[in-house]
């Protein structure tokens, strides 16, 4: 209400006497006369004995004086002031109501009194909608923290499944777990033991959260601190927020993702139990890791999985569960440095060109003898040797031992078998089956066992 009258001070602020206006208040809907008029008022007004005033007031007259009102007195503008004051208070006075129920703080800074407000009356529609937004805030909106954090990193937890690929029409799964993005160009961070000791004819299977299935090559393995890195073909992709487990404290709420029992995008809640438990504390020699403890549930499947924090960031790789409500994660700040160990490794590898020759050679499982005559003659000695072999083999290997499981365990062959040809090529000595491990593609072999030739097709292991 400053507004309207501060439009009413400046109307009068010209008079001469203000008195004057408060008398002539009631009358002020009679003020405005044209000039035409005014003579004819006047001579009425002073043929007027009984009255003291004019009938009307005149425009031009104020004071009151030998029977008549002298001094200007603009009740024009004194009407338009008070009717602009009025309009714009009001229209502030709705600005203001809007913005403060956006803004909070305008409350702080511009403590109000509400009054009667004859220009924005609420409705009572508007009253029970503000009582209803009021009522409808939902519990699971406030309190379902945990679930806002697995949305943030849900989507960059990977199936891994560790699959044989010696079965030609279907692969055997072998194992399986968990992993999470670390890059956009598909580096993939994992438990060590997920992709160690396992068949070389395996291969990597990664699945993505969308469903989509990739072959991964692992990158590099540190065994000490069971961390793996592995990479798919696949760019763009979304990866994981980082964290920070150094300042983790006990008891805050964390969460494991993973794939339990093959059971894709799991999740367990539960809180930090021991943020610094010694590795010597679970009996594991030869290694120097302080690992996280938590109750959140990690059994087989979920190894390689994040553990994340309430702001959805990894802390801790799932590793290994001792018990129902303990279970133990690497913190993250381990595998940050195992991270940048094996960038700068493999920035320093391309450096030099690649080597036309095998690093290593394949895998075929077997224990073999140079076949000679004395050797021959010795092994019949013992009984170890088929006693129904031609007499005219002159050269090959002899198969001393078999590895279960092996490439030429499921290939067939047998202790006791002797091998003469390997791709249509004579073998006189260990060396040559060597030589052949160290090209691709498969190997035929010609066996002889109880006297009987026959064609074997085995493939090696890289």
Known sequence: MLLPIRGLRWGIKHTQERKCFMRQLASSLQLYIPSTHNSALTTAASKSQTSKAPLFLNASTCTYQDGQYKGKLPFIRIAVGFGVGLFIGGKLKTYYDEKSKIDKSLHRLFPTVYAANPLSVPK????????????????????????????????????????????????????????????????????????????????????????????????????ISDLALIRINCGKLSPVRLGKSCDLRPGEFVAALGSPLSLSNSVTAGVVSSVGRCSKELGLKGKDIQYIQTDA??????????????????????????????????????????????????????????????????????TMLTLTQ?????????????????????????????????????????????????????????????????????????????????????????
């Open 297 to 366: 549930a990690i059994t087989f499947g979920n190894s390689g999985g994040p553990l994340i924090n309430m702001d959805g960031e990894v802390i801790g790789i799932n590793s290994m569960t001792v018990t129902s409500g303990i279970s133990f994660a690497i913190p993250i700040d381990y595998a940050k440095e195992f991270i940048v160990k094996a960038e700068k490794k493999l920035s320093e590898l391309s450096k030099y060109p690649e080597s036309r020759t095998p690093d290593r050679r394949r895998y075929l499982g077997i």
């Open 374 to 462: 004395n050797i021959l003659l010795e092994l019949q000695a013992r009984g170890n040797a088929p006693q129904t072999s031609p007499t005219s083999i002159t050269h090959g290997i002899f198969i001393w031992r078999v590895v279960v499981g092996s490439p030429a365990y499921q290939a067939g062959l047998q202790p006791g078998d002797i091998v003469t040809h390997i791709n249509n090529h004579e073998i006189h000595s260990s060396r040559d089956v060597y030589k052949y491990l160290e090209e691709r593609g498969d190997l035929s072999m010609t066996v002889i066992r109880n006297g009987q030739r026959y064609s074997v097709t085995v493939a090696p292991e890289e």
């Open 124 to 223: 009572p529609s508007d009253v029970d909608k503000s009582q209803d937004e009021t009522k409808s805030v939902s519990k699971r909106m406030i309190y379902n923290f945990i679930a806002d954090a697995v949305e943030k990193a849900s989507d960059k937890v990977v199936y891994i499944d560790i699959k044989d690929s010696r079965r030609r029409r279907q692969y055997q799964s072998i194992t399986n777990g968990s992993g999470f993005i670390i890059s956009e160009d598909g580096l993939i961070l994992t438990n060590a033991h997920l992709v160690t000791n396992r068949p070389r004819s395996s291969v990597v299977m990664v699945r993505l959260y969308n469903g989509l299935e990739y072959e991964g090559v692992v990158e590099e393995i540190d065994v």
